[in-house]
């Protein structure tokens, strides 16, 4: 204690200066607006890169965990793979392939809505591919840019997309009314189709811009007019537009052979 | 209070009044004229060093309050007054500093020459120094020397100037 306060008196003056250049300081870097900024931008840029270093560490060290969630991932998928080859060994998903991305910009609000992701035809994205998320399918690319592409959402009055009732491969196309942006119609199910509410609906495979069987909602309401033959269906989509962060290109390989084919007889 | 304690209150009250009442007004060539420096020029030598950075400090406070410039003009005269000595020793070499007295009673019998590097000195490096933390980016390091050359320039004459009026005998 005494060593303590013998070399505060004899330093007492390097003190008292250091004490008040330090509260100067920090007058310049609390007062001055353009200091302020300019010391919390070194200080963030810093602070990133260390976080950076720090996630990039132990996502080293959560390795083992990622790779039972992708053992667990990968025996689902086997199984399904399996299921479907079992049910159809003609048609087979092999010719689709699906290209991650994020969603940038998104919208429900309008009659006619858009999604814009940010992948581009720098990631061969296409005219016409489909956009997809495990849940269900979310639109069809219209524009492409070199890293960012467009396309018209499943809410948007404007497209319809085929789709099958699950239980008796009955099919009919889907189209959105406008209302609620959970809530799609399904016409062209026949009478003698017997629904009930809940059965699913999933994706039908025939356009060549999306594969079979990705399940898209469940019949929430439907009633039978009296004049026709054909169902009036709402469906309750599965998945959530005002919350879509990530989704999937799918390219079909085959869809030009397909069309020109189709061509040919029309 | 004894003569220098009195003379140093005076300097105080009359330099911070006059920069930010007369030289915070005008603008010659968009540069402000710091005749404030002036407080340190003549502050007395051999002086108590704790009680002068914290006089220091106090009137770097009040022209920093008048000028709003919040803890620039403190931070650069807090520097100023700490690197003095050597600004004295390598402008008038080496004297004998024992005695608590006026800057005038030292550099009485120097020539003009030495007189005029001791201010040369003190203004630029003051200047460079408040310019630089006020503009605070190195990409811009030739707006803060112009800034320095003309500022110290203008700053120079006129503290010159009160220098010999007012201080030739008190200094």
Do not use: C
Not at chain 1, 47 to 72: A, M, P, R, W
Not at chain 2, 75 to 99: E, M, Q
């Amino acid at each position: 204690m005494r060593n303590f306060v013998d070399f505060i008196i004899k330093n007492i003056n390097s003190i008292i200066f250091l004490i008040l250049i330090s509260i100067s300081i920090s007058q310049i870097f609390s007062r001055n607006y353009y200091h302020g900024s300019k010391i919390n931008l070194f200080s963030n840029s810093l602070l990133n890169s260390i976080n950076e270093i720090k996630t990039e560490l132990f996502e080293y060290f959560d390795l083992v965990k990622i790779n039972q969630k992708l053992v667990i991932e990968n025996s689902f998928l086997k199984n399904n793979y399996n299921n479907e080859y079992d049910y159809d060994s003609i048609i087979t998903e092999n010719n689709y392939r699906y290209i991650p991305s994020k969603v940038i910009s998104n919208s429900i609000k309008f009659s006619k809505n858009f999604i814009t992701i940010d992948k581009g035809s720098f990631h061969n994205i296409e005219i016409d591919d489909g956009i997809i998320t495990n849940r269900g399918v979310v639109g069809v690319i219209n524009n492409v840019s070199d890293r960012f592409a467009t396309g018209i959402s499943i809410l948007n009055s404007q497209l319809k997309i085929n789709a099958v009732l699950k239980k008796t491969q009955h099919f009919g196309s889907l189209y959105w009314t406008v209302i609620n942006h959970q809530i799609m119609e399904l016409e062209d199910i026949p009478k003698s189709a017997n629904i009930s509410i809940g059965d699913t609906i999933i994706s039908g495979g025939m356009s060549s811009i999306f594969p079979r069987n990705i399940p898209i909602g469940v019949i929430s309401d439907f009633k039978l007019p009296e004049s026709t033959n054909y169902y009036e269906i709402s469906v309750k989509l599965f998945e959530d537009f005002g919350s879509l962060r990530n989704v999937y290109v799918v390219k079909n390989d085959f869809r030009g052979e397909f069309n020109d084919l189709k061509n040919l007889n029309e | 209070m004894n003569s220098i304690n009195q003379l140093l209150f005076f300097r105080f009250i009359i330099l911070s009044i006059s920069q930010f009442i007369i030289f915070n007004n005008f603008l010659i060539f968009g540069n402000t004229v710091n005749i404030y420096l002036i407080f340190i020029i003549v502050f007395p030598l051999n002086f108590n060093k704790s009680l002068a950075y914290i006089i220091t400090f106090i009137y770097g406070f009040v022209i920093d309050f008048f000028s709003n410039s919040f803890g620039i003009i403190t931070f650069s005269l807090l520097i100023s007054i700490l690197i003095k000595p050597y600004i004295l020793k390598f402008a008038f070499g080496n004297f004998d500093v024992n005695k608590v007295r006026k800057t005038s009673e030292y550099i009485s019998g120097t020539s003009l020459y030495q007189q005029i590097s001791y201010l040369i000195l003190m203004f630029f490096i003051h200047q460079l120094i408040l310019n630089s933390v006020e503009i605070f980016s190195l990409q811009n390091f030739d707006v803060i020397f112009n800034k320095t050359l003309i500022s110290s320039i203008i700053s120079i004459i006129f503290s010159y100037f009160l220098l010999l009026i007012f201080f030739r005998k008190n200094a």
